[in-house]
């Protein structure tokens, strides 16, 4: 297939100072929860979006000097030569395809920690950062940079710049955005200086302007010299002789750098999940710049429509196509436009699981690409993967995430397999679940799988047949994969934590209950101590039929864990804006005559009661894996039947989000044929 000429101007080169992007799709610097300690998962994670066709592949933000540590966070330095041959791995590796290899090169001034180095952190005039997330929380506070401070921060720049160029990089960035280094001198309530860096805009932009010039300088005839600038605040404050001091910024440099890439100002709105936003939504940041200044200018804003990227363009708002998370979801994104596969495209579901692994301190993991984060540890590819014998058949019992995913590469190996599935529809709980408020993208998971299942002549689908071990055994199979699930219990804990006895009461439901359309009366308790996404949906769902709802949950947020996903503010400020009522730090004891009991899970236990009509537990899921225990029971019967290998996969094995069920799904179909001992995953080791 050809490309579609409605999409050749994304494939126009741009020229960015001295080098040349082979085309507009951008791989934005983003963390990928590798730093400088996984050199070759690092660098294979980006090479595999340069071979995709992304034109231009950064890394993550990229520490000049130990002022600015991030530890425990993984993030990359280039603190001194011996880090060049670390960057040198990746750098060749996108060059390899042809693809810009860029650095963001990063000071965080007051908004790091300094864990590990213990180095006092450096602010414009000593004002902290004050995060209220526990996790950001610093102990230590900052100090005020001196006239020698400064002279510092811009030699570092120029040392780690230096460096960036003798590791290979064609783009090099002074990041002066996000409350980081120098953007805390551009800041009027931050910047409270009274020298020549502080004070009026001229002089607050003065550090930056330095930087940049100093940058140009030292390597600008060999690398191009991006700025990252965070727009949203100084959008607010009002300019001296244009609208915004945002405004007078761009066009107060408006030519200096070689190329402009602007974002918000707050990760967690940069890194909105789909539930809190739409494709484009940083428009209204960046949508400006372009009248400023004519050099090329990058944005982001999940794009994973052509058309959308299309338009961004023809509109004047970017030249470059931004994107983090749709190049994790499809790496090969680019190269499914050109090749006029559009329709093959695995769109970013805006889940921002990608996010949580940062947090973790792991390679970044993907709800729609099981790949990411196993290209070089188990030699994974995102769109190639090693051919079966088509003589061998293989069963997959439900099509949730991980029976879909597992048909899906069981099939593009050239198995003959059938997909049997209970329900008249694909997609198990995706297929539920994306209709909860604000979760309509996660059908995506389901829709990338099933339209490319459905053009393989060797995979079969019957929906609607609920199978017994007796038909699983009938079928004529050399190997069987049980992806049945898991389902939500009633259960509550008791208050050691571990499970109790359910609550006798009719009235008692759970989300699975809810979502098939149970009906609800009386005011709604839902009592949340799965932590996720389901009890707050529930409760915009019920909300939103005119139930008055109460979230209980023993933890001190409502979906405590979406602090690992950036939804938390957005999760608060939502229930705020329904009126949903929280009760924080309680567990629910007992349900009886129209009241729950609440208790206190610290040490005086008080206890209290509430008006409750139906209760929903959100707590625990048990897996739904009768059918596999039986079929695992029965040995004999299976090699009787002819069946090589049982699997179960997914929820039915364990229990978890929809990312661990289509991973599981993913390993499944590679390993099939494999001798079950014998994986080897690469291990990264320090050298000594
Ligand atoms: P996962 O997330 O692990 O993929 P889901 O709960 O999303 O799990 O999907 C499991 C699917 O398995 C559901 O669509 C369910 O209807 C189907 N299923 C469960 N038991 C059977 C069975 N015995 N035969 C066929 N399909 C089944
Ligand atoms: Fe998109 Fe979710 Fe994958 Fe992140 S984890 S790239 S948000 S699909």
Not at 241 to 251: F, G, K
Not at 375 to 389: A, L, Q, S, T, V
Not at 398 to 410: T, V, Y
Not at 462 to 468: A, I, K, R
Request: glycine share 8%; proline share 5%; with cysteine.
């Amino acid at each position: 297939m050809s490309r579609n000429p409605r999409y050749d101007i994304l494939f126009e080169p741009v020229r960015i100072g001295p080098v040349t992007a082979p085309n507009r799709f951008y791989c934005t610097p983003h963390a990928l929860g590798t730093g400088n300690q996984m050199p070759h998962t690092r660098a294979s994670m980006r090479e595999v979006r340069a071979e995709g066709g992304w034109g231009v592949v950064n890394t993550g933000y990229c520490s000049i000097h130990p002022s600015s540590d991030d530890s425990p966070l993984p993030n990359c330095r280039l603190w001194d030569d011996a880090d060049i041959k670390v960057h040198a791995l990746m750098v060749d590796a996108v060059h390899r395809h042809g693809a810009l290899a860029g650095v963001e090169l990063w000071h965080g001034g007051a908004v790091t920690g300094n864990r590990m180095t213990r180095i006092p952190l450096l602010s414009a005039s000593g004002i902290s950062a004050e995060p209220t997330y526990p996790g950001w929380i610093s102990l230590a506070k900052s100090r005020t940079m001196d006239k020698q401070d400064i002279r510092d921060l811009r030699r570092w720049h120029v040392d780690a710049a230096k460096r960036a160029r003798s590791a290979g990089f064609d783009i090099v960035y002074i990041y002066s955005g996000m409350n980081f280094g120098p953007y805390q001198f551009l800041l009027p309530a931050v910047n409270q200086r009274t020298d020549e860096y502080g004070g009026s805009l001229e002089n607050r932009v003065r550090l930056t302007r330095e930087i940049l010039e100093d940058m140009k300088n030292a390597v600008g005839n060999q690398c191009a010299i991006a700025l990252r600038f965070s727009t949203d605040e100084l959008l607010r404050v009002p300019g001296e002789t244009m609208q915004s001091e945002a405004h007078e910024i761009v066009s107060m440099l408006a030519e200096l750098p070689d190329l402009w890439d602007l974002k918000s100002s707050s990760w967690v709105v940069e890194t909105a999940s789909a539930r809190f936003s739409e494709q484009g939504a940083q428009e209204p940041y960046v949508s400006f710049a372009k009248s400023l200044t004519s050099k090329p200018v990058v944005g982001t804003g999940r794009f994973t429509s052509p058309d959308a990227m299309v338009s961004q363009i023809k509109r004047g708002i970017l030249d470059l196509i931004g994107a983090a998370r749709p190049s994790i979801a499809d790496p090969f994104l680019p190269n499914k436009i050109n090749e006029g596969r559009e329709d093959e495209i695995r769109e970013c579901i805006g889940c921002n699981i990608c996010v949580s692994g940062y947090h973790d301190c792991v390679p970044v993991r993907c709800t729609q690409n099981p790949t990411m984060g196993e290209e070089w540890r188990r030699n994974w590819h995102p769109e190639r993967i090693p051919k079966g014998d088509p003589e061998q058949r293989v069963l997959i019992v439900g099509a949730g995430p991980a029976g879909l995913e597992c048909a899906r590469a069981l099939g593009q190996r050239g198995f003959a397999v059938t997909l049997a599935e209970a329900r008249d529809a694909l997609g198990g709980r995706v297929a539920i679940e994306s209709r909860l408020p604000g979760l309509a993208s996660w059908s995506r998971v389901r829709d990338y799988r099933t339209n490319l299942i459905r053009k393989m002549p060797n995979v079969e689908i019957y929906c609607g047949n609920l199978l017994s071990a007796g038909e699983v055994l009938d079928f004529d199979c050399d190997y069987a994969v049980i992806a049945t699930g898991a389902n939500w219990s009633a259960g509550i804990l008791g208050l050691d934590g571990y499970p109790a006895a359910a609550l006798d009461n009719d009235s008692v439901f759970t989300p699975d209950e809810v979502l098939a359309g149970v009906t609800l009366d009386g005011p709604v308790v839902i009592y949340d101590f799965d932590h996720y996404y389901m009890g707050s949906c529930l409760a915009e769902l019920l909300r939103a039929s005119g139930h008055d709802v109460t979230i209980v949950s023993n933890a001190s947020a409502v979906s405590a864990w979406t602090f690992m996903n950036n939804e938390l503010a957005e999760i608060r400020s939502r229930m705020l804006e329904l009126r949903i009522r929280t009760e924080l730090e309680q567990m629910v004891t007992r349900y009886a005559q129209g009241m729950v009991e609440l208790t206190s899970i610290y040490r005086d236990r008080t206890v209290r009661t509430i008006e409750c009509g139906a209760l929903v537990i959100v707590g625990a899921r048990t897996p739904n894996d009768d059918l596999y225990r039986e079929l695992a029971s029965r040995p004999d019967a299976l090699a009787d039947a002819g069946i090589g290998k049982l699997r179960s996969i997914g929820d039915c094995r364990t229990p978890g989000a929809i990312v661990h069920a289509v991973y599981s799904g993913h390993e499944c179909a590679r390993r099939i044929d494999a001798d079950d001992d014998c994986e080897q995953v690469g291990r990264e080791r320090p050298v000594i």
